[in-house]
């Protein structure tokens, strides 16, 4: 009678469909990419120009390399030795002020003390 059969596997037409459908997604991508990266405009020449400087061996750039760690790294840490410094600075003027703050406090607190001693002996 009327028996269906169900599928479990895909058809291969439908595989080369979706195969070819990848495909074109890739190349369109590929195109897309191609136009957005333009090539740098060329430079007109002229009579007068200066002559080219001889590529670097591999040798002298990593001595150059090494150079520029090395001065980026003076320039970090004398950067966090003046910051150093300023904080030391810095820190120094505050234990003064706060020195004399309390200086006051104490002669204050001394001055109402001896006045209270000095009311005591008068009465």
Known sequence: MGSKCSKTEPDNDDLEKERKRKENALMNMKVEKEK???PPPSKPKTSASKPKALPKKEGEEQKTIKIQAWWRGTLVRRTLLHAALRACII????????????????LSVLEYYAREKWAVIKL
């Open 91 to 106: 820190q120094y003027w505050w234990r003064q002020r706060l020195e004399g703050l309390l200086e006051k406090k104490r």
């Open 36 to 38: 957005t990266e333009k």
